[in-house]
């Protein structure tokens, strides 16, 4: 799942290759994508976009007073092409979502691997039309030590479950959230009321940083990989720990899974692959 450091490099691409330009034509391939009727996608044609920014995970391409709002779920990203592909877009076939082509011939297409289809785009009036984006907490990049220690302490809940929570902190999901605590030596299944909450801060806020930097300046076909080459417990289960080499362990749920490494952070034992806040005895 896209998340902070992706979108941001997204939007940076965008910045450069879209702001400026204006929509020739929008063609949908998945009718479930789209998330809103008013105003219709071809309300775009014609206007030329003149904002892009990041709201939590989501993208928001603003064009003379609309809001093009892209959300991205587990599988979804956005393939720009320098000349946008001739011929019409077939409706239901393979990955593609939406087509949107720009007056210069340049363009962008939203695609989804996977047959689950979660990704969603809406023309909206205002970014705050989608319930979605409604409901966020504060950005992790913007939230302060003092907000963020107040949001822990009055949770119940796991700390991972807390840090992906986009109405407490918005922009973190899966991916990032195993590297934050694995960075601060925190386990998944912690209370978030009993963590170091200044420490944590400090982490998160490091680890993202670093994550957008190295991201900084690449086309959106390239961030991907470049994600997965900085991550240092996220998808390595069985692989050595950069930090101290005990092998990185998994945590499976129903439709995805959690790493962490029980030398760095839970004191050597493994956690309870179920959905329980304990660890094997």
């Not at 593609?96 to 691997?113: K, N, Q, T, V």
């Not at 929570?165 to 694995?182: R, T």
Request: hydrophobic share 45%; charged share 20%; net charge neutral.
């Amino acid at each position: 799942m896209p998340e902070l450091p992706e979108i941001d490099a997204l939007a940076a691409f965008l910045r450069t290759h879209l702001i400026g330009d204006a929509a020739a034509a929008v063609q949908l391939a998945e009718l479930s994508l789209l998330g809103t009727v008013d105003p219709p996608l071809e309300a775009l044609l014609g206007l030329e976009f003149t904002g892009v920014s990041r709201r939590g995970k989501a993208l928001v391409l603003e064009a003379d007073g609309l809001f093009l709002v892209c959300r991205f779920a587990r599988a979804g990203w956005l393939a720009w092409h320098e000349s946008v592909p001739a011929g019409p877009v077939r409706m239901g076939r393979g990955p593609l979502g939406m087509r949107l082509e720009l007056a210069s011939g340049a363009g962008f297409d939203l695609r989804e691997a996977g047959t689950k289809k979660n990704a969603s785009v809406a023309l909206v009036r205002d970014p705050a039309e989608v319930p979605a984006l409604a409901r966020l907490g504060p950005d992790a990049l913007a939230i302060s030590p003092e907000d963020f220690a107040a949001a822990l302490s009055s949770s119940r809940g796991r700390i991972k479950t807390v840090l992906e929570d986009q109405s407490v902190l918005a922009g973190i999901g899966n991916a990032y959230s195993d590297e934050i605590l694995h960075t601060a030596g925190v386990s998944p299944f912690a209370p978030a009321h009993g963590v170091d909450a200044a420490a944590l801060h400090t982490v998160m806020r490091t680890v993202l940083t670093q994550a957008q930097e190295a991201l900084a300046g690449l086309p959106p076909d390239r961030v991907k990989a470049a994600k997965k080459r900085g991550l240092r417990v996220h998808g390595r289960t069985g692989q050595p720990c950069p930090v101290c080499g005990t092998a990185v362990a998994e945590v499976s749920f129903a439709d995805r899974s959690l790493q962490y490494c029980p030398g760095c952070q839970t004191g050597g034992r493994k956690l309870s692959d179920r959905r329980m806040d304990r660890l094997l005895k």
